[in-house]
């Protein structure tokens, strides 16, 4: 970063010599490759079946939207469209798209950035389009454009297009809303809604998750499952820095998997791992102690739970609501937090993360209360405990928070068993509904109750769309539905309240914690930012290494 000129003007002269050095060595440096840790392997990459934050990584890395999320998570701002209007009552939304962005161009089945193609509004239908004909799982954040569901039953409907999505020219892009949806141009900063090459797609199919192209500052390299995967510099990406220098500074991010912790956090001591996200509880005094310098953490707009399955099992229907309700007064949050997650993860009494909006500070959730639980147990059939499996995924922070709730519930004579899954076998089950009781987390995709309260409760998005738990309750799925198309700001934020109310009643999940948000890098990783959205989420287009 440059020096403002007014500390020029009070340095004596023989300290003009350092300080020269000094404000060389902040201008950005081009190449080096940034060496970025995960766990897990990326489940997918194709942006049409990304759901999670892992995979979600990798599609910031080499693809592009129309529009992104601020760094502080209260708006939007352009990407691949310059500039937008709603007309018609919201019910119509022109897009202007940015000249001259274009596609890597691929080359003996690897996408090179040698100057591909102009991407067009013609791409964007089609990549849109195509979200339906791969049965995108996040497809139907988009079910409020007009044609959705022809399109969707084409087979039987004859449907050729999406009616609601038009080219008017080649820079131009519209949609047609059924109703005005207040979060539309938001939903559109969603990971899943970027642009693909038709004749890309169509000749990889299913195989484009291992052949994916884009137009985002880094293009795909090579992929070594459950080891790296590698990416290298777009040289034709649309940005540049303010000085007109062209982005990214980096010649390649390489996504590095290991499980164990342990082991990553001795890699970034010796200087193999550049950035480690997501600092695990158990080293989170000892980067206090020692790397502060180069730690951030912040909150994060996400909630990590614990899903009932409502719909079969030991917790399902309304004649289990007690034991569900039950799990939940036996919970100490807040002493779970400071004794495992070092005070990180504030107690969650509903979904909302605190900021958000529709956040309602009067919200009835479940204290901590051992004697509530165990009548609550009494009465739902179960004075003296069961047995239960509790699934978490490969991170040892859900271990460790699945064995202080052991302990805690056995209090009550329930005998819960923890089984440890990969990330992605977690998510199948959670797709198909073969989960009994799960850990599981959802941070936000976009900045209103809607991605929350209706993605992850309203009953036609069992299963893959969100509903993990698969919740059902009318009057809920009514309230959610209402808020969607009411104009009235307060009004949607009186019914996403009331709805959220009614789920916490019911005990669809054992309500944990909300996120917080780290990432620890190396001191040679300069103008690095994690926004509010997640450390996935981090631009790394214009962060460069300086060794």
Known sequence: M???????????????????????????????????????????????????????RVVYLMFDSLVENDADGKGVTPALAESWEGSDGGKVWTFHLRKGVHFHKETEGQPTANGGREVKAADWKYSFERLVYENSPRAYFLDMVKGYQDFISRDETGAKEWAGIKVVDDYTLQFELEYPFAPFVA????????????????????????????????????????????????????????????????????????????????????????????????????????????????????TYYYGFNNEMGDFAGPEKLKLRQAFNYAVDRARISDLVLNGRFPAARGVLPPGFPGYNENLKGYEYNPEKAKELMKESGYPDGFEVELLVNNNPRHRAVGEAIQAQVAELGIKMSIKVLDWGVMLDLCDRGEVNLFRMGWVVDYADPDNFLYVLFHSSNKGAKGNYSRYSNPEFDKLVEQARVDTDYAKRMELYQKAEQILVDDAAWLFLFHYSNSLLYQPWVKNIHMPAFGDYTTPLYNVWVQK
């Open 2 to 56: 440059k020096k403002h000129g007014l500390i020029l003007l009070t340095l004596a002269l023989g300290l003009s010599a350092l300080f020269a050095s000094v404000a060389f060595a902040d201008e950005p440096v081009m190449g080096g490759v940034l060496r970025w840790h995960e766990i897990n392997d990326p489940p997918k990459v194709d942006p049409a079946q990304v759901t999670d934050t892992t995979s979600s």
């Open 187 to 302: 939903v559109l900063a969603y990971n899943t809604f970027v642009v693909v090459p038709k004749e890309d797609a169509e000749k990889w199919g299913k195989e484009f998750n291992f052949h994916p192209v884009g137009t985002g500052p880094f293009c795909f390299d090579k992929w070594d499952h459950d080891q790296k995967l590698a990416t290298k510099r777009n040289p034709d990406y649309w940005r540049k820095d303010d000085a007109g220098r062209q982005l990214p500074y980096l010649d390649g991010v390489e996504i590095v998997v290991i499980p164990d912790p342990t082991i990553t956090y001795e890699e970034y001591k010796k200087g193999n791992i550049d950035c480690y996200r997501d600092i695990p509880d158990e080293f989170y005094e000892d980067v206090q102690a020692n790397y502060k310098s180069v730690f951030q953490e912040r909150p994060q707009l996400g």
